[in-house]
C-alpha cells in the first residue's frame, strides 16, 4: 500500500483498488441500475394497467419486459451482492484488502460500459433506429438467433462483458477468502456471509463461463453459418434451452445464496441469540449449490422431455428444498425464545424469511411436473420468481444496507423514514406480486402487452400496487441522503453485541483497515 | 510471508480460471456433440438419422410373416403429417395426404409435393421430426426424399414419394405420431447448412 498522492475528484474513483471505494461503486451502480430496470417495470405496468393497447407497441413492450429483466439480474441484484463482497468480506475476515485489488478495480469498471451498450439499444429503438434486443431475458434461439434484431449483437458483446466482469470478481473473492483469511479463523469459523460468497464465487465460476458459450454460440449461428440451434443446419433450438438453463439455474442460486448470508448474519444479532446450526447452514449452503447443477430442466417441463427426465427433474427439484427448509428452520429457531427487538435490517429480514418462503413453495408448486403443464410462462412463473428475488434477494440487499448503512458512512440512518420505506415497500410489493399468482392461475400468460378481460381488476390493481412500489424507493434514497449527509453519530458497534470483526473497527470505517491482522479466537 | 503468498494466489488464479476456460470449452465444444449423439442414441428430440435406409424393404415383409400380424393387426396406427416451409425459401410444400392409418410392420407409401415458383433454379431439403419423440426409434424409412438435396428447376413440381413403417414393437400408449417436414433452402455457395 505504497500510495504516495492520493489522486482526487473522477480520478480517484476510476483507478482505485481500495476495496471499501470499488464497494460503494459497485453499489452505487447496481442502485442505478435498479431504478432505470424499474423504470422499464413501470412502463410494462402502464401498458398493462388496461386491456388492449394504450401506450407502447408490442414489439417495444417486449424490449421492456427484455431489458427489464436482463438489467434487473446482471445489472442491480448481481453488482449489489458483489458491491457487499467487496466491502464485507475483507471487514469481516481480517484482511487489509481484496487479495487482488487491481483486477477488482477492472472488475468493476467494464460494468458501465457493458450497461451503456445495453441501454444504448434501449435508447437507439426509443428514437425509432431500430429495436432493441426482444426476445425476453432468456433469449430463446430462435428468436435469438433467426429472428434476432441486428442490436442482438450489442446484446451479445454486453453479456460477454458481463460475464467477464463477474467470473473476475468471483475469482477475487475465492482468493481473498482462501489465503487473506486473520490467523486463527478457520473457514467453519468464517462469518456465514463469507461462506455464502465462496459458494456462490464457485458457482459464478463453474457457469458464467457457460453463459459466455451460449452467446458465443449464438452469434457463430448468426452470422458465421453455424447451426448450433438452427434445424436447418442439423442443430437444435432445445439445446440452446438445456445450455441456457445449465447456467441459469445456478445463476437463480447466485442471486439468493449471499442473501442467506445476510440474512444469517442479521438475526442473530436482533434476536441477540447466536445462530441456531451453524454448520448445517453451511453444508445447507453446499448442497443447494451441488443440486442446482442437476435441476435445469424443470425450466423446460413443455418442451417434450421423455417421462423419465421429466421425473429426475421433478424429483432433483423437490430435493432442493430440504436444504432450504433447513435454512428456513435455523432462522426461526434462532429467532425463539430470543430478545427480538426490530430494528429496520430486522424488519427486512423478517420479511425475507415470510416473503422468500411463500416464494420457495409456489417453486415446490412449479416443481411438479403434471401441474407445470399449467403454470408454465404463466403469470404464476412471474409470481414465483419476483417473490424470491424482489422480497428475497432485494429485501436482504435493502436488510444489508440499513444494517451496515452507519458503519459504511459512520452516521446513524434517519430510522423514521427507513421505517416508512420499509412499510411502504412491504404492502405495495405484495399489492404488486401477490395477485399475479391468481391471475397464472387462471392461465394469463406471461410475457404479453394484452389480455382477455377476464384479467382486467387484478391487472389494475397489480398496477397500482407496481407503481407505489416504485415510488416507494424513492424514500430509500432520501434515506441514504440524509445518512451520507450527516445524522446522529454511530459507534463502532452500532446495534448492540453485535457480532463480526467489521465492528471492531470505528464507524465510518478509515480507508484502510486490519493492516495489521486481528486475531481470532 | 509475502512471496509465498502471492505464490499461494498465482496457483488459485490459475486453478480457478482453468475452471473457467474449462467450463467454456465444455459449454461449446463438447456440449453440442454429446447432446446429438445422446438424442441419437435415446432419439430424444425426434432427430432421424437422414443418412440411409434403415432396412430394405424385403426384410419387412419377412418380420411381418414371421411373427405373425395377428397381433398387430389388431392395432392401427394414425399418422399425421404436416409440411412446413423455412422463410428462406419461397417453395410450395405440400403432402398428398393430411394422414394415413396403418398397422405396425407394414409399410406404406405417401407422396409429397414440392414446387418452386421462382424463376430460378434452387435446392432445397426437407428435414424431419417426429412427434411423439418415443416413436422416433420405432419409425423405419425405407425410401425418403429427405434423404437427399432436392434441386429445382424454375416452375419446376415434383412428386416425392416417403416410403416407412413401424416396427412392431412400438409401444401400446402410441396412437397417433405425426412426421413433420420443414424445407430449408440449401445455401450451396458456402455449404453451410450441412
Known sequence: MAHHANPTGLKRWLLTTNHKEIGSMYLLFSLAMFFVGGFM????????????????????????????????VFGAVMPAFVGLANWMIPLMIGAPDMALPRLNNWSFWILPFAFGILIFSIIKSFLGLGAAPNFGWTFYAPLSTTYGPPSTDFFILAVHMMGISSIMGAVNVVVTIFNMRAPGMTLMKMPLFVWTWLVTAFLLIAVMPVLAGAVTMMLFDRHFGTSFFDAAGGGDPVLFQHIFWFFGHPEVYIMILPAFGIVSTIIPTFARKPLFGYASMVYATASIAVLSFLVWAHHMFTVGLPLQGNLFFMYMTMLISVPTGVKVFNWVATMWRGSMTFEVPMLFSLAFVVLFTIGGLSGLMLAITPADQQYHDTYFVVAHFHYVLVTGAIFSIYAAAYYWLPKWTGNMFHTGWAKFHFWSSLITV?????????VGLGSMPRRIPDYPLQFADMNFWISIGGFAFGVSQIIFIIVLIKCIRGGEKATAEVWENPEGLEWTVPSPAPLHTFEVPPTVK | MQSSLEYKN????????????????????????????????????GKIDLSAPAVPAQSVAQVSTENGTNQAASRTLQVQLTTKTDRAIPWIFNSESNGVRMTPGESTLVSFQVTNPTKKAMSGRAIPSVTPAQATQYLRKIECFCFQEQHLAAGETRDMPLKFYFTEDI????????????????????????
Not at chain 2, 488459485?12 to 482453468?18: D, F, G, Y
Open chain 2, 10 to 45: 498465482k496457483r488459485l488464479i490459475v486453478i480457478l480460471t482453468s475452471i473457467a476456460v474449462g467450463m467454456f470449452a465444455f459449454a461449446t465444444l463438447l456440449l453440442p456433440p454429446l447432446y446429438d449423439v445422446f438424442c441419437d442414441l435415446t432419439g430424444l428430440n
Open chain 1, 430 to 438: 405484495n399489492l404488486l406480486f401477490f395477485p399475479m399468482h391468481f
Open chain 1, 41 to 72: 417495470a413501470m412502463v410494462i405496468r402502464a401498458e398493462l394497467m388496461y386491456p388492449g393497447l394504450q401506450l407502447v407497441q408490442p414489439d417495444f413492450f417486449n424490449q421492456m419486459t427484455t431489458t427489464h429483466g436482463l438489467i434487473m
Open chain 2, 171 to 194: 409401444p401400446e400408449n402410441i396412437k397417433e405420431v405425426t412426421l413433420s417436414y420443414t424445407l430449408y433452402a440449401m445455401e450451396t455457395d458456402n455449404g453451410s447448412t450441412n
